[in-house]
């Protein structure tokens, strides 16, 4: 057995900072084996920055009710887990992974998220895992799950190649999770109250169990809410630990009042980052932490890469990055405010190659054909998505918002209109940005990954 770095305890808190809290020393080995098939896993090791994870958004419906969770649809404004723009179906979804692995050779997992709960739709779940590993084999093919069904569907999934699963599990105390789960749904009939909570927990441990002698590697999500589970963290860990569970991530609660969850509107607060630290360590006497969860939504694509720290770096140190204006297909052919979303490529100065980094899902602005309103408030959301981008690729663009983004030293850039989006990053590779990114090599990975 060798030390995994990646999984050694850290209470730093989600900032920048590499140095571990005073005491928090606990080390925890992983055989060889455990490393190598973590290693191109972005949300079970740090060191897989630099590989990308691609969420199919195929299972909308859900089987419990969470305080902290409130699903929607056709969402582009929140990146939060249970928010996707658009549902597919799974062929739909092996469209979009065709279209994504094409123009990101770093795409190494591939999950189902939600935005419900994967189990509670087993058909469409299994339908697009087959297609995908079906499509490429190398995929790592994973999900997350309450638990609930875990167990009944467990043999399938490993069937099906799923060897990474994430289980979200609160609490294994009845009291504490009838606070949080205010309906359960199983076997025909909703469950209320402490009946709910304990089929929940008693589901979820059989689940993990189960899963786990089948060879899955199993990391447990943890919600932190002040005042209702956080006193019982250590004694959750040791639980699940003992049930075979590999990693252990707790994640603070996401309770803004404009999600419209119920903790939200009543006021229930989120974790401070010192509560959150003392709860990993608890966790952490008894297996290795995430701690660098994004807490993504249901169709995330790309790194889990993302600007680090308050300080603002000098242009030297950026890494350079184009925006591409589009609705998912192959070229550059959508209108600056037409777009849906923006694909985000970095250049890798080693090679010189543009690498697709992320999808940015945003509300587009403009209505009509041709011209757009200028005091709309989702152009400022638009500006802000793609604010940390030297240049943006489109078809068209209108005036206004053409200035606006000078302003804001992105170059807008519609010589590429209609053109393959690879043909035009590889041109713009060549010419326009190579030499600049030759005069700052060592800026290509200005990433924090915590």
């Known amino acids: 057995m060798e030390l995994h770095t990646d999984e050694r305890l850290s209470a730093a808190s989600t900032g920048c900072s590499s140095s571990q809290a005073e005491g928090a020393s606990v080390s925890h080995l992983l055989p060889k084996d455990v490393q190598q098939q973590i290693a191109r896993h972005p949300c079970y090791s740090k060191q897989a920055h630099k590989y990308a994870r691609m969420h199919l958004p195929v299972a909308p419906a859900c089987n419990i009710q969470c305080n902290y969770c409130n699903r929607k649809y056709d969402c582009s404004n929140e990146s939060r887990p249970g928010v996707v723009s658009h549902l597919v179906d799974p062929h739909g979804a092996l469209k979009q992974f065709r279209a994504i ?3 990101a050779p770093n795409l190494t997992v591939v999950g189902i998220a939600g935005p419900g709960d994967a189990l509670a739709n087993p058909k469409a779940t299994f339908s697009a895992l087959k297609l995908i590993r079906e499509e490429d084999p190398t995929a790592q093919l994973c999900i997350s799950t309450n ?15 799923v060897h990474h699963l994430t289980i979200t599990i609160n609490t294994i105390d009845p ?23 304990e ?14 002698k089948l060879g899955m590697l199993v990391k447990v999500n943890t919600v932190l809410i002040p005042g209702i589970n956080d006193q019982q963290i250590a004694t959750l860990s040791a639980a699940v630990k003992a049930r075979g569970a590999l990693m252990h991530n707790i994640m603070p609660l996401i309770s803004a009042a404009e999600h419209g969850t119920y903790f939200g509107v009543t006021g229930q607060r989120g974790p401070t980052e010192a509560e959150l630290s003392s709860a990993r360590d608890a966790s952490g006497q008894f297996m290795p932490q995430m701690t660098h969860c994004q807490q993504c939504r249901a169709d995330a694509v790309g ?8 300080e603002a770096a000098s242009e030297t140190s950026q890494p350079i990055k184009i925006a591409v204006a589009t609705n998912g297909g192959p070229l550059i052919n959508t209108h600056f405010g037409h777009a849906q979303q923006f ?29 757009c309103p200028e005091e709309e408030a989702d152009k400022q959301a638009m500006f802000k998505a793609i604010e940390d981008c030297r240049m943006v690729l489109c078809s068209r663009i209108g005036i206004a ?9 992105i ?27 030759d005069s700052h090599k060592e800026s290509n990975d200005e990433v924090c990954h915590y």
């Open 101 to 103: 692995k094409k123009r």
């Open 147 to 161: 638990g609930l069904m875990l167990a009944e569907y467990a043999d399938e999934l490993a069937a099906h190649g």
């Open 175 to 197: 009291v504490i999770a009838a606070k949080i789960y205010p309906w359960v749904y199983y076997n025909h009939r909703r469950l209320r109250g402490l009946a709910a909570a």
């Open 199 to 212: 089929r929940l927990i008693a589901n979820q441990l059989a689940g993990l169990e189960a899963a786990a």
């Open 303 to 310: 790194t889990l890469g993302g600007g680090c720290g308050t």
């Open 343 to 371: 694909e985000i490529y970095q250049l890798d100065s080693a090679t010189t190659e543009f690498h697709f980094l992320e999808r940015r899902q945003v509300a587009q602005y403009c209505n009509g054909a041709s011209e």
């Open 401 to 409: 918002p053409w200035r606006t983004l000078e302003q804001m030293g």
């Open 411 to 437: 170059t807008p850039n519609v010589d590429h209109a209609f053109a393959p989006i690879d043909e035009a990053l590889a041109t713009l590779a060549k010419t326009q940005l190579a030499p600049k990114a």
